[in-house]
C-alpha cells in the first residue's frame, strides 16, 4: 500500500514534513553528550531517528512491532551503514526481552502515545535499566492551538493516503466538536475520550508526572522551537536519569 517507508513519508514534503526533521535533529543534539552506552530503543521503526545516535554507542538494541515492515528496512539501514554493533529485535514495549541491568541509555521517541499501558512500559524501562540510566523521550502535545492545526492537517492528510471514503468517515481518531472546544481553546484534555494506542486524548503532562516518580527531570524542551510553549509545539522532548530525589 505504501512506496515509502513511515519514516521516509512523515519527513518529506516542505511544510508537513517540517515538524519532524526539526524533531530528528533536535534528539540528536539531545543524545550528543551521551556516548560509550549500552543503547535500547523501545519504539526503533527503521531506525532513520537512530542514525545520528548509533555510531556513539558500544552497543544499539532497538524493538518494535515491525508495523509497515520497519525492521525489515532497519535491517537494509544496518547493511547499508555497516553498523556492527546494532541489533533489532520484534517485541512490545511492555514486555522487553531483556535481562535486568542492560542497558544504561534508553530512548523512546513517538511511542508512549500508542502503547497500551504506560504504566506497565515504565515498569519494564525500570527492569531493564542500571541506575543513573539516562533517558530520552519524545512525545506529541495534543491540546490547545496546535491540536487545531493537526487536525486540520490530519484530515487533509486522509484524503491523500485514503481512496476508499469509507476509511475517511470511520477515522478513529476523530475529535468531536465538544471534545475540540474543550482540549483546543480550553486545554483540557479530561473532556476528551482516550482512543488507546492512537494520539487522541494524549497528555503529555501526564506522563511527565507518571516518569518523575522513578526518573529525575533533567531537562524539558519543545520541538520544533524549543522556546514555544506547549501549546504552540508540535510535541516535547524530556531527559530523565534513573533515580530519586534526595529527600
Excluded at 543524545?31 to 555510531?55: R, T, V
Excluded at 542492560?102 to 515504565?122: A, G, I, M, Q, Y
Aim: with cysteine.
Amino acid at each position: 500500500m505504501f512506496k515509502q517507508s513511515y519514516s521516509k513519508r512523515i519527513l518529506g514534503g516542505r511544510v508537513l514534513g517540517f515538524p519532524h526533521r526539526k524533531r530528528l535533529q533536535d534528539i540528536s543534539e539531545a543524545c550528543k553528550e551521551y556516548f560509550g552506552l549500552k543503547a535500547l530503543d523501545i519504539g526503533c521503526g527503521d531506525l532513520e531517528f537512530d542514525k545520528n545516535i548509533i555510531p556513539n554507542q558500544e552497543l544499539f538494541i532497538g524493538i518494535d512491532l515491525n508495523w509497515e515492515g520497519n525492521l525489515l528496512i532497519a535491517k537494509e539501514n544496518i547493511t547499508q551503514n555497516n553498523w556492527k554493533n546494532t541489533g533489532i529485535v520484534e517485541a512490545k514495549a511492555e514486555h522487553l526481552p531483556f535481562k535486568s541491568n542492560s542497558f544504561n541509555f534508553l530512548l523512546c521517541c513517538e511511542t508512549l502515545e500508542h502503547v497500551s499501558d504506560v504504566t506497565t512500559v515504565l515498569h519494564e524501562m525500570c527492569k531493564v535499566t542500571m541506575q543513573d540510566t539516562v533517558l530520552v523521550i519524545s512525545v506529541p502535545i495534543e491540546y490547545g492551538p496546535i491540536l487545531l492545526l493537526k487536525e486540520f492537517f490530519r484530515y487533509i492528510n486522509s484524503f491523500m493516503i485514503y481512496s476508499n471514503s469509507n476509511c475517511r468517515e470511520n477515522r478513529t481518531e476523530k475529535y468531536s466538536f465538544t471534545e475540540l472546544f474543550y482540549a483546543g481553546i480550553l486545554c483540557k484534555t479530561d473532556k476528551v475520550k482516550r482512543v488507546e494506542k492512537a494520539h487522541k486524548g494524549f497528555d503529555n503532562k501526564k506522563i511527565l508526572e507518571l516518569f518523575m516518580k522513578d526518573f529525575i527531570l533533567i531537562k524539558k524542551f519543545n520541538t520544533p522551537f524549543k522556546w514555544a510553549p506547549d501549546v504552540f509545539s508540535y510535541g516535547c522532548i524530556m531527559i530523565f536519569k534513573k533515580g530519586k530525589l534526595p529527600v
